[in-house]
């Protein structure tokens, strides 16, 4: 039997409330949780000053394995999302092999088991080796071990309206949801950054707003017709968010992420060539990013997520043309969020664990993630000290890739405690119980 007593905590910043966690579930909130016979021998927790929020759940993880396990490992990976406050990640299928038979999934997420550190729930490809040629084996991954609920070609988009519609209606009879990487292949050829003033002075090929607006004006109108789930991923610009709140407007069963990276930073980045900056989709304007924070305040965009995007260094620090796009994101999503939405008033702590933690959940079919703070729900939480600072290093993260696009800065709130079904995975900011080197 495991007890964790934690005292003195703010459940999303509101009343400091005492918890006793046993057996992996909350099983009392409130005062009574320290004077109670069971949390005599529990292991203590001090609570004091930090915010309490169920356990956070990325919708959007790159883990490289198999395939490319000197970029990122489901188990180095499962570290960097604990540290970083998560109790739950979808993984990319975008590895080699690419995750698109129940035999791929099924071996991800028993990595994911073994490393113990968070859920790991594999994503499936749409499409065969992710080419857009023909559907996966979807209903043999929905019915496999791993359960499989989102689809992606993350990396690429399904550009095949055809078989977007197909994919679509497939995963109807599961409540399965398909999540667009929404890009105009043709309109994005050469592409290495945002199309705008910048890349016009810098002389790069651009990647302009209308390549991703015009997918998902396009899956929204499937969608609505097939009367299916479609999630848009990493949402970048004010006018994919016009097309989204008309979607929402009319019925449209359609969720939207958006990334920490495109709600702090802008295309400005690309000026000193750093490919560190280099992603997909690529950094947009300030006003793109003014519209994605007032989108995600507001409720057209339901999510944060990560876009985790591990690379190894010779495929990263080379010239910007021939390196891969990509960023790291699980150790800093929250403290961004903090930065650009709890900072500016625009969220409040509910806000962020309805848009890091609550709605992710819900999207990806997930029970036992995202639930109240509540006597009887599972004990999935993260302890968080709004109050520090850090600086980051990428020497210091635990992935195993350095790309992230946040070194040097000074960001706020640091995670003190992570906790997965009443057992600590951090304790004072540090793994608890590391069951992998990283
Ligand atoms: N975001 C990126 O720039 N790269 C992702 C793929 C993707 O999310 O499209 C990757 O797998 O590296
Ligand atoms: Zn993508
Ligand atoms: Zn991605």
Redesign the pocket.
């Known amino acids: 039997m495991s007890a964790v007593l934690i005292t003195g905590a703010r459940p999303y910043g509101e009343e400091v409330t005492d918890l006793l966690l046993l057996d992996g579930v909350v099983a009392v909130a409130g005062a009574a949780a320290s004077t109670d016979p069971r949390a005599a021998g529990a292991e203590r927790i001090d609570g004091s000053g930090l915010i309490v929020l169920p356990g956070l759940v990325d919708l959007h993880t ?1 883990l490289r394995e198999p395939g490319r396990e000197d970029s990122e490992t489901v188990a180095t990976g499962s570290a960097a999302a604990a540290l970083g406050g998560y109790t739950a990640i979808f993984a ?1 299928p ?1 590895t080699d092999p690419t995750a698109d038979t129940a035999g791929v999934v099924e071996q991800v997420y028993r990595l994911g088991v073994a490393a113990g550190l968070v859920d790991v729930f594999p994503i499936g490809a749409v499409t065969v080796g992710r080419r857009g040629e023909r559907l996966a084996e979807l209903g043999a991954m929905a019915a496999s071990a791993a359960r499989v609920r989102v689809f992606s070609d ?2 690429d988009c399904v550009s095949d309206p055809l078989l977007m519609r197909r994919a679509l209606e497939y995963v109807k009879a599961f409540d399965g949801v398909i999540a667009q ?1 929404a890009q105009e292949p043709r309109l994005t050829v050469g592409a290495q950054m945002h199309e705008g003033i910048v890349s016009a002075t810098l002389g790069m090929t651009g990647w302009p707003a209308v390549a991703e607006e015009a997918i998902i004006a396009r899956d929204c109108l499937l969608a609505d017709h097939v009367d299916s789930r479609l999630h848009v ?2 949402l970048s610009t004010a006018g994919s968010v016009e097309i989204v709140a008309a979607a929402k407007a009319r019925g449209t069963r359609v969720t939207a992420e958006v990334t920490p990276h495109h709600l702090i930073l802008t295309d400005e980045r690309a000026i000193g060539y750093d490919p560190v900056f280099k ?2 989709p690529p950094l947009r304007t300030a006003s793109d990013v003014t519209a994605l924070r007032t989108a995600l305040a507001g409720g057209t965009i339901d999510i944060v997520a990560t ?1 985790h ?1 591990p ?1 190894a260094i010779q495929d990263k620090e080379t010239e910007w043309d021939n390196a ?3 960023m790291l994101g699980l150790q800093t999503a929250l403290s961004v969020v903090i930065a650009t939405m709890v900072a500016t008033g625009l969220l409040d702590w509910r806000g962020v664990a309805r848009v890091m933690s609550e709605n992710p959940a819900v999207i990806g079919g997930l029970a036992d993630h995202g639930r109240p703070i509540a006597e009887g729900e599972p004990a999935n939480l993260v302890l968080v000290d709004p109050a520090a600072t850090w600086t980051v290093r990428g020497d210091d993260l635990a992935s195993l890739s350095d790309n992230t696009p946040f070194e040097g800065m000074t960001l706020p709130g640091k995670v003190v405690a992570t906790i997965l079904r009443g057992r600590p995975t951090v304790r004072a900011g540090v793994l608890a119980a590391a069951t992998v080197e990283v």
Do not use: R, S
Request: charged share 20%; hydrophobic share 20%.
């Open positions: 790159h990319m975008n993350d990396g990487h991923c990493h992603v997909n876009d995007a690379h891969k796009p990509g």
